[in-house]
């Protein structure tokens, strides 16, 4: 299938999109575009994304607490499932590694989840952010743990608001 990218700016860095031929998110990187395998992004074209810039900078401006984009992560049936569980976690809210274990039927399997989270191929889009450890500290996250603060930081700020 036909892939194409573009880089969408926001206040954690450049985010990198990539779309299938039939729209669906495949991917949403913090990591700029030579980080991640050329094969894998397709050639870049920046018309098309206008709905994924749109709702991100919705996001970030804290008028946006849910997105509505088509995804298609591709993974293990495990990591799938996890990552389903993860868009069930409210704006604002927070879910320990445990908990999403328990919840997608493997109670004791925090670090499965965690290696999952890890792999989370739609950062933001797909909530990782808000899964944090069972004593309520931030641990794991692969764009870095200031930015899961920003955006943890963000969605607690905006639902005081409302």
Same mark, same amino acid.
């Given at each position: ?7 969408? #700016?926001?206040? !954690?860095? #450049? ?5 299938? *031929?039939? @729209? ?10 030579? %980080? /991640? ?18 709702? /991100?900078? *919705?996001?970030?401006? =804290?008028?946006?607490? %849910? ?20 868009? &069930? !976690? #409210?704006?604002? =809210? ?10 997608? @039927?493997?109670?004791? =399997?925090?670090?499965?989840? +965690?290696?999952? $989270?890890?792999? $989370?191929? !739609? ?6 952010? &808000?899964? !944090? +450890? %069972? ?6 996250? +692969? ?7 920003? /955006? /943890? ?6 639902? &005081?608001?409302?």
């Amino acid at each position: 299938m036909r892939r194409t990218h573009t880089v969408v #700016p926001s206040p !954690i860095g #450049p985010l990198t999109v990539v779309r299938d *031929e039939d @729209g669906a998110l495949v991917r949403l990187a913090m990591s700029p575009p030579g %980080a /991640l395998e050329a094969d894998a992004l397709g050639e870049r074209a920046d018309a098309g994304f206008e709905d994924v810039a749109r709702q /991100l900078a *919705e996001y970030f401006a =804290g008028e946006r607490t %849910a997105f509505h984009l088509p995804v298609r992560p591709v993974g293990s049936p495990f990591e799938l499932a996890v990552w389903a569980e993860l868009t &069930r !976690i #409210p704006y604002g =809210g927070t879910r320990s590694y445990g908990y999403v274990a328990a919840a997608v @039927g493997e109670p004791g =399997g925090a670090q499965a989840v +965690g290696a999952a $989270n890890g792999r $989370n191929p !739609i950062a933001v889009v797909v909530p990782c952010h &808000r899964v !944090i +450890g %069972a004593d309520g500290k931030l641990v794991g996250f +692969g764009g870095g743990l200031p930015r899961k603060r920003f /955006l /943890l930081d963000l969605e607690q700020r905006a639902d &005081r608001l409302f």
